[in-house]
């Protein structure tokens, strides 16, 4: 952390929040004498206030403050239901909390020994340690409430096949919050009785306009599982190529090529002229038609035809 962070800064450090946030033990004889004691200790549990998280530690501080002012447990043990996933907690609200709880377990606080148990078995950052085990399936839908969604979705997708039939029905309920679970799962294990839900994922898509992201994943499904089913969506798959997020233009070369590899040529031809980055996506769904992956430093001598 800097001393000034996103247009945030330390309060000074004469004021009673600024002593808090620095560590200070001025802050903590003084703050027992204040009438917003408990809403100041809080705002200290809501931002992690250490300047260098790797060696400055706050973890007793904040746990005495808490025992002292008999501050309720039960909201910091909340605290760590609803802190947001691990790669945008930028206060690192988690990690606060954790720490307090785990100063005051050391002291004998039972109830912030239970609180951490008890996420131990049901929160979703111990959930996506673990090794995927079947018996998840039967917790998933309580957990995966629409804030939730996303921890769970790792530790579902880690089951594989085994999560099949739960996928199926999670991408056939309207408006679930694991649908998109469900349709990766079939897109990545399913077969050729899934061709006509992924292919209502991609409608699902379509409905969602702000949002570009997917339809490389059910396209790779698609051409995974083949046959005449997956054959009927070429159509629709050769309209992805227009899509601007031209990332995902590879699998949506690729699952033509697969799929009609005679049919996709012309496809081919124009995914080679727009190559990009150092080992081209487009280079390499050519090569599921039988085309040669150009040199990566290759340029074109001349545009095709019509082209400017």
Known sequence: MSGDT??????????????????????????????????LVTACLRRDYRWDRQVDE??????????DLRMPIAPVITRLYEAPPRDSDDENAFTVALGVLEALGRADVDEAVEGVRRYVRHGARELRRRPPAPEFLDLAEDLADRSTAGHVHGVITKLGALALPAARRWAGTAGHPLTWTGLRLMAAHGDATDVPALVAGLDWLDARPDDRC????????????GGPSAATTLQRLHRLWFSPHSYERASCLRAPATLDPAGAQRKIIEGLWGLRGRRPATGRAANAAGRSDPPTAAIPA??????G
């Open 58 to 67: 706050r973890d007793v501080y904040l746990a005495r403050l808490v025992r």
């Open 214 to 225: 997917g339809y490389d994943e059910l396209a790779g499904g698609l051409a995974r599982i």
């Open 6 to 39: 996103g247009g945030w800064h330390y309060a000074n450090p004469n004021t009673v929040p600024g002593a808090l946030q620095r560590g200070l033990g001025r802050g903590a004889h003084q703050v027992a004498s204040t009438s917003d004691a408990s809403d």
């Open 302 to 307: 001349r545009r095709p035809h019509g082209d």
